[in-house]
């Protein structure tokens, strides 16, 4: 993430999308990001009607927050195009997008967000509700699993550490088979060696019996967590949008607490050592 670039947040004229909106600003102005609503129309007339009005949404935000804001309108549909966009856009440093969770008749948000995340090649902050007053991160909870992936997840943790002078909050996932438990402590081992070397603080705490994702909903809940921090499921298929990947719990949790959202990048060359 750096200065200069732009926050993008998915517009579509709802309450979610103003709270996702008041997420953008006071994250914008720690990173000194610019803020683009991304309204996804079905058509070319549903567009040309739209964008007038997305303008000015944006000249009100724009003067209200003292940032720029503008206004992006593309013909699609929100589970392809926003991650067109993020992928055709190199200025783009961060996606938030407002959700209703998993209640009455919004029970599908969550897996229908979830195959928005997944599509886009930016991190991705769903939030629910609107910020706190405080503007920063303070704790962000990081579940430790056994995957491989985790070791992406830690670029965004540690550089939000140091960011928002924030504490990342782990969670261990107790695992019974003896490979397994190698990789989750291999992975914590090399994740506290990084959290050290560019002093971030942390803690650790260990999941007991339960589903992993809801006991990391569960301290998250306990210790007031500002930010939640998960990878997305690589090659994610119709099966986890229909009975629920992990990860859609956690993005539509009920403790309302924001989740940041990594996906797995293919042939990547990412470093720790880049950060700065």
């Known amino acids: ?149 985790n070791r992406e997840k830690l670029v965004w943790a540690i550089y939000f550490g140091k960011i928002f002078n924030a504490k990342i909050c782990f969670i261990k996932q107790e695992v019974s088979d003896s490979a397994l438990v190698k990789k989750v402590n291999t992975n914590l081992s090399f994740a506290k060696k990084y959290l050290t070397k560019y002093e971030v603080e942390y803690e650790i705490e260990t999941a007991t019996n339960g589903k992993f994702e809801d006991q990391t909903i569960e301290y998250a809940k306990r210790i007031e967590a500002d930010l939640m921090m998960i990878m997305t499921t690589k090659n994610i298929g119709t099966l986890d949008y229909v009975l629920g990947a992990s990860e859609q719990y956690i993005i539509a949790n009920t403790a309302r607490i924001p989740v940041m959202c990594v996906n797995p990048r293919k042939n990547t060359n990412f470093a720790l050592g880049s950060l700065y």
């Not at 058509?43 to 949404?57: I, R, S, T, W, Y």
């Not at 209200?64 to 067109?84: D, R």
């Open 1 to 149: 993430m750096e200065s200069g670039k732009r926050i993008i947040v998915p517009w579509d004229f709802t309450e979610v999308a103003q709270n996702a909106l008041a997420h953008a600003v006071k994250i914008a102005k720690v990173l000194d990001n610019t803020i683009a609503l991304l309204h996804i129309a079905k058509a070319d007339k549903e567009a040309g009607e739209a964008l007038p009005k997305l303008q000015q949404v944006a000249a009100d935000a724009e003067k209200a927050n003292n940032i720029k804001v503008e206004a992006v309108v593309k013909v699609g549909t929100i589970f392809t195009t926003i991650g067109e966009y993020t992928k055709d856009n190199d200025d783009i440093n961060l996606v938030i997008m407002g959700t209703h969770g998993m209640k009455g008749m919004q029970k599908l948000t969550g897996s229908w967000a979830l195959k928005v995340i997944v599509s886009c090649y930016a991190p991705f902050i769903v939030v629910q509700d609107p910020p706190l007053d405080h503007t920063t991160y303070s704790k962000i909870v990081f579940p430790v699993d056994f995957k491989n992936e």
